[in-house]
């Protein structure tokens, strides 16, 4: 069922941390792209350091800054702006600063943002040019390509997504956590009925890389928060990418790729035997101080 012309009212949420020049970028391809539904701008600052500045008004629609007294991160940052979204906007797009959007975006968001799809998301392309760039890109587009226009999808891009405000307030919004909180969030939408579909058209151009060491970071983090077991044991991913790099079009790229898994696998693999250990711990039954003297253990020491 198709979403009548005029019932969105868009508010768009930006998190920002010291990058000014992307993010003025972002907000002028906002500015040259936006369609009638764009009711509201929050670009939430989360820099202690660098005050973002912003302008009053973008394409009619007001704009409205926050700023975080201390850093809290981009997912706990999407969730405060929705402090401040204006009761009237019922459905919300969530951008990064270092994207522009794609000609058509809100066009796009207008025709595929139905009542029958709880969101909406899609391609992420870089424009930068770098191999840490490179890499991701070719991580995103393995994951779009066995993909059909419009089906569900179990994640959803952080940077390039539009949610109803009902479903996302269903959801409990953002999962606060230092990276993977889109893709926990859109197992949040599953979980309630109401998924994420993938849009083709729906497009935003994004710097990839921050340099290889955030690349390890975010690799190990994700690793970390990670829950689910893989369908391969670790040496059969890494085998199974390490053999797609003799086929791919940028190899070198696709052999950082299979380095950046393999920190994330360690860190998978690390947490759930911590998981493992203190289960193991707290399973086992606690001696009596009394009984110490009688073991041959000595009391510890204040």
Known sequence: MEAPVGEHRLALVIPTCGRPHDLAACLESVEAGAGPELTQVV????????????????????????????????????????????PEVNAIGFLDDDVRLSGDWFGVVRVELTRARGAITGPVQRFDTGLVARARQLRYDARYRPLQPFQEVEFLAGGNAVVWRSTLELA???????????????????????????????????????????ACLTAWQAGWIEGRRGETTYYQRLAKGA????????????????????????????????LLRSRSVRGVPQVPKSRLGDLGCSRARD
């Open 43 to 86: 670009v939430v600052d989360d820099s202690p350091t660098a005050p973002a500045e912003v302008p009053a008004r973008i394409a009619g629609a007001a704009v409205c800054l926050r700023r975080n007294p201390e850093p809290i991160g981009a997912a706990a940052s999407r969730n405060k702006a929705l402090e401040m979204v204006h």
């Open 172 to 214: 409990g919004g953002f999962p606060r956590v230092a990276t993977m909180s889109d893709t926990l969030l859109a197992r949040r939408l599953s979980e309630v009925d109401t998924p994420c579909h993938y849009v083709p058209e729906l497009i935003v151009f994004h710097r990839n890389s921050k340099g290889l060491r955030q």
């Open 243 to 274: 053999k797609g790099v003799i086929g791919s079009r940028d190899p070198v790229a696709a052999a950082l790729n299979v380095a950046l898994d393999a920190v994330f696998l360690t860190a998978h693999a690390t947490n759930r035997a911590s």
